[in-house]
């Protein structure tokens, strides 16, 4: 029996357990989580192994990989882990291509599969990454060239072109299929009637296709999908959030263990609750083995992968649509520009970095369910911290000051957030915890590339309903400046 890990947002203590398992020790996770007793664990990293890894040790660990441009774990290509054929699903995205490198490196089969989608948005909404990425096929030649690996690039669109979806998990006969393919922007998914429609048919029908093409190809793909912490809502619960599952007191006493309920915030949310719903019901009437991950905001730029090569790197989203809060923030500190924090800025989140967020998908890939298993379940995040918190640290690092704007969403305007996430803790998972020295590796890429921001894509252009955007309409006079050097 296995003891909760947690993460809220008042400070905790961590009690490090060592776990033999063949002869190798490892701490369960950083300052961020309560150990679980008892658990065994894959050994993940050489630091791991003298028992003890303090958040700077970790930072340092990180950063050196960055800039030696190897694995964070050092076990690369030449890993313990059984290798697979894995179609990564949405894989030219801002998670989705970290991923497929990092399940490269780690010397897995991978096929990207991407319709180009999120580049056409940049098109549509006149803002594009802050990075200059590359296309598909220089992304994979490029990959090729520095690694001697190669991954194919398949041009579809996963929720139009069922035929083609099913006849390619025919041919290429997965392991693993990782489903990233989904339009994933809350203030996208709330813009306008249109956004919002796109958003419902993009999401949901895809989530519908892969489930049938699976069975239709007759293939036994374990799928592992990308959800969102979102989907249990941000209002105060009062209580751990569990993984996926909590224990109820049905009407006469009875005991039963539920999906959790589900209460989105946007559009965009709601699609990843259909989706819980979508795995449920093809796990139960056709015995798909299915794994989601219910993860937090992520943050950060590059990984040890992407920095390998300039034609690699990862896109980076600033804009009030798709830039994620911390990214935005440490956006703007490089830039001399306020921050932005909405409302009283007393939202807490969940957060976790983008080298984690490919070390989680693998880890899922590497243990998935049984034949006939419920849906399992894990908490993707790292830690979790109050919106204003996270802007002060940014401005104590970079003397930029904090803009408190009129909040464009509908949401309680303080909350706790007390979040489980035993799973990957036993499985291994070291987590990268916010760190002033990860900013740093992210404020140079910005002031790298700073000459390529628009500000006026700076300010939000999305607003949840008309008192909103009423409630914002000064936004529209306020103008943006770039501090020069």
């Not at 909760?4 to 203590?13: A, L, Q």
């Not at 306020?338 to 939202?347: D, E, K, R, S």
């Not at 967020?357 to 298993?373: H, L, M, Q, V, Y």
Request: overall charge negative.
């Amino acid at each position: 029996q296995l003891s909760s890990c947690r993460i809220s947002t008042s400070p905790r203590n961590c009690t490090k357990m060592k776990v033999l398992f063949f002869a190798a020790i490892l701490p369960c996770l950083s300052t961020s989580f309560t150990a679980p007793s008892g658990a065994f664990v894959v050994p993940r990293t050489a630091v791991s192994k003298s028992g003890q890894t303090t958040a700077a040790q970790r930072s340092s660990l990180i950063m050196q990989a960055l800039e030696d441009g190897t694995n964070v774990d050092g076990i690369g290509a030449n890993g313990t882990a059984e290798k697979k054929k894995v179609i990564v699903l949405g894989g030219d995205g801002f998670c989705g291509w970290p991923t497929s490198l990092h399940l490269s490196d780690q010397g897995h089969d991978v096929v990207i599969v991407d319709n180009l989608s999120r580049r056409n948005i940049d098109t549509e909404l006149g803002c594009s990454s802050l990075t200059p990425i590359q296309s598909p096929d220089v992304r994979v030649q490029a990959w090729k060239e520095v690694s001697g690996k190669e991954m194919k690039f398949v041009n579809l669109d996963v929720a139009k072109d069922y035929d083609l979806l099913v006849q390619l998990i025919k041919d290429e006969q997965p392991d693993s299929i990782v489903h990233f393919a989904e339009q994933r922007a809350a203030p996208y998914s709330m813009k306008n009637s249109k956004t919002k429609r796109y958003t419902i048919d993009n999401n949901v029908s895809g989530s519908n296709n892969l489930c049938c093409a699976v069975m239709d190809a007759d293939v036994d793909a374990h799928i592992v999908h990308l959800g969102t912490m979102g989907v249990y809502g941000y209002g105060t619960s009062g209580g751990e959030i569990p993984e996926g599952y909590i224990d109820v007191t049905l009407p006469g006493g009875r005991q039963s263990n539920i999906l959790h309920p589900a209460y989105p915030g946007s559009v965009y949310h709601a699609t990843k609750c259909l989706d819980a719903l979508i795995w449920q019901f093809y796990q139960k009437n056709d015995n798909l083995r299915i794994t989601d991950l219910h993860q937090g905001i992520v943050w950060g730029t590059n990984t040890p992968q992407t920095i390998k090569d300039e034609r690699l790197v990862n896109r980076f989203d600033y804009d009030g649509d798709y830039g994620t809060v911390l990214n935005r923030f440490l956006m703007q500190g490089a830039m001399g520009v306020p921050l932005t924090v909405y409302g009283t800025g007393g939202q807490t989140r969940a957060f976790i970095h983008i080298t984690d967020t490919a070390r989680c998908i693998e880890i899922a890939i590497n243990n998935p369910p049984k034949a006939g298993e419920r849906v399992e379940i894990f908490n993707q995040v790292a830690e979790t911290r109050r919106v204003r918190d996270v802007a002060s640290l940014v401005s104590k690092q970079t003397g930029v000051e904090v803009n408190m704007l009129p909040n464009p969403r509908q949401e309680a305007a303080e909350n706790e957030l007390d979040v489980a996430n035993r799973k990957f803790c036993n499985l291994g998972l070291e987590p990268i915890t916010l760190d002033e020295g990860l900013f740093d590796e992210v404020a140079e890429v910005v002031k790298k590339y700073k000459h390529r921001c628009d500000p006026t894509k700076i300010l939000p252009a999305s607003f949840w309903n008309k008192k909103r955007a009423e409630e914002c309409a000064s936004l529209e006079d306020q103008k943006v400046e770039i501090k020069s050097d």
